[in-house]
């Protein structure tokens, strides 16, 4: 491998991990992230797949690295070296019936790396979010006997995802790959009991802390079917296995005063305390398929539906009132002529999409659901292989019915393909 370019990529993770930590970890502002085990994310997250929809299960290529489907890795060349990153930064409006409120976030999307170790055999390293935690909640109630109390929820956190996924070409049309993906995070909890009108009471606060390590696998096949005329259609289909994550739960009790609003805390007593105890996660199946059809060099268009069965989840064998999940996608792309010199505009990639997710969550007896619409482009950058993605999704979650919280949100995706290569022998020196 050539030191200087590895050392470019090396600045370029140095970068996004530094920029990581100063705008903060959390990924998400939402408070439906305080159920379950926050927002869940899915693995199409590479910036060119957002700004289609999020379609991944049948899109393969030599450019960037997919591992929503382990067997599209078969496609990257066989003497290069590829590099993908993105941030994300998402600014959202919340809406109950009377309230609105704004937030917003950022956070390291993704990275991740794919070569070849044989002509049959590819492989990619990546690092993606599984799921994400951030919320600052306050319910009001009211008591004749003791007056107004308030509740304040919050937490952050989440689930990572370092992926080493494994492609292998069966035939010239068919393909199967596995991703072995190890997940670890942490989640920090607390709910506030406080009375705004009196002074008298004392305080209650819970503090939870959950850490959560273990590995699981995913699998997924590529079929590609050549036509006349450079076009082509294909399937990829992705499936998770069900797995039960190792997890330590820690809980601590304690009454206070102050605490509110991030003020000083006077802690008074400790009420109750139960030590790092070993349990379960108990994380679902799921399920994908996905078809393209594309015309090489010029355009794309793909759907993909997926589905989680949820209802199968607990901790610590404690069952949670989740439901299944599903979404569908619907995305395309369209490049005027890559082969253009003298037209940059020409060789820029345009992307459309839009998807339809319902969500795990069903509150009240009603379903969470989002729907979004997505656009992008993908820039090449002169004298390279290299290009700089760019996406933007606009949609809209949840629902102010039973007082709960309609979300508008805009989510924008900044990230860098980088195609090197790396595995050719000099002629000269």
């Known amino acids: 491998m050539k030191v200087n370019k590895l050392r470019k990529i090396l600045g370029i ?73 993105g941030m994300k930064m998402s600014s959202s409006t919340y809406r109950t019936a009377t309230l609105t409120e704004q937030g917003s976030s950022a956070s390291l999307s993704y990275f991740s790396m794919g070569f ?53 070409k069966i035939t010239d049309r068919l393909s199967i790959g596995v991703n072995f993906t190890y997940v670890f995070g942490r989640n920090t909890t607390s709910t506030l009991l406080y009375f705004p009108d009196s002074t ?50 820690e809980t601590l009790v304690r009454s206070l005063f102050g605490g509110v609003d991030g003020g000083i805390e006077y802690f008074l007593d400790t009420i109750s305390y139960k030590p790092e105890k070993d349990g379960r996660i108990e994380l679902p199946h799921s399920a994908g398929i996905g078809l393209s059809f594309q015309k090489k060099d010029r355009w794309l268009v793909g759907l993909d539906a997926n589905w989680q069965n949820w209802k199968t989840f607990s901790i610590d064998n404690q069952p949670d009132s989740l439901q299944n999940a599903w979404n569908i996608a619907l995305g395309g792309e369209f490049t005027p002529k890559h082969t253009s010199i003298s037209k940059y505009w020409s060789r820029v990639t345009y992307r459309l999409g839009a998807r339809y997710n319902q969500t795990y969550l069903n509150l009240y007896g009603q379903s969470i659901n989002e729907f979004g619409i997505s656009f992008g482009l993908g820039l090449p950058l002169p004298r390279s292989l290299t290009t700089i993605d760019l996406s933007l999704e606009v949609g809209q979650g949840g629902t102010t019915a039973k007082n709960l919280i309609k979300e508008t949100f805009v989510n924008f995706t900044v990230g860098v393909s980088i195609y090197e290569r790396w595995f050719v022998k000099r002629r000269y020196n």
Request: hydrophobic letters at 40%; proline letters at 3%.
């Open 200 to 249: 008298l009471y004392t305080n209650t606060k819970i503090e939870q802390r959950l850490l959560a390590d273990d590995f699981i696998f995913d699998y997924g096949i590529y079929y590609t079917q050549p036509l006349a005329n450079d076009y082509q259609f294909n399937v990829g289909l992705v499936y998770g296995q069900k797995v039960r994550l190792k997890a330590k739960r």
């Open 13 to 85: 993770i140095v970068f996004l991990l530094a920029f990581q930590a100063v705008i903060g970890q959390t990924g998400t502002i939402s408070p439906y992230s305080r159920f379950g085990i926050g927002q869940i994310k899915d693995k199409s997250v590479n910036t060119r797949l957002q700004g289609m929809g999020g379609i991944s299960n049948a899109i393969a290529s030599n450019r960037f690295v997919n591992p929503s489907n382990p067997a599209t890795y078969v496609y990257f060349d066989s003497l290069s070296f590829l590099f993908n990153a």
């Open 116 to 168: 070849p170790v044989l002509r049959q055999w590819k492989v990619a390293i990546g690092l993606l979010p599984y799921s994400d935690i951030g919320y600052n909640i306050v319910v009001s109630d009211f008591q004749e006997e003791i007056g107004n109390y308030n509740y304040a929820f919050t937490g952050d956190g989440g689930l990572n995802q370092l992926y080493f996924g494994n492609g292998f």
